[in-house]
């Protein structure tokens, strides 16, 4: 299972970005797949998540009304439009993959994940 996030980047206070994460190797549309980001010193926190056929969504509290996660099941491709972008949005961010149905917003329950891709605001 490979999961290739990209779209990160350095954009300004306010300013936004889209992150992609492209699945393969697992039955995309049958995975609920999650966003989370991590600063360096801090604990890997929950940023978004989608039930596998993008019916539902959950939001951290820190990025809801900014931030919307969405997916293709054609393109086994999940987003991330990140809007009104914060210096405190700045991390690592990584896309995850669960064929679980509930507790998304916890890392435990992911089983795959991407590897990390930056997001840096400038204030």
């Known amino acids: 299972v490979q999961l290739q996030a990209s779209g990160g980047g350095l954009v300004q206070a306010g300013g936004s970005l889209r992150f992609s994460c492209a699945a393969s190797?697992?039955?995309?549309?049958?995975?609920?797949m999650g966003w989370f980001r991590q600063v360096p010193g801090k604990e890997r926190e929950f940023v978004a998540g989608?039930?596998?056929?993008?019916?539902?969504?959950y939001y951290a509290d820190s990025v809801k009304g900014r931030f919307t996660i969405s997916r293709d099941n054609a393109k086994n491709t999940v987003y991330l439009q990140m809007n009104s972008l914060k210096p405190e949005d700045t991390a690592v961010y990584y896309c995850?993959?669960?064929?679980?149905?509930?507790?998304?917003?916890?890392?435990?329950?992911?089983?795959?994940w991407g590897q990390g891709t930056q997001v840096t605001v400038s204030s």
């Open positions: 190797g697992l039955t995309f549309s049958t995975y609920a």
């Open positions: 995850a993959a669960t064929a679980k149905t509930y507790g998304l917003s916890m890392e435990t329950q992911y089983e795959y």
């Open positions: 989608t039930s596998w056929s993008g019916g539902s969504t």
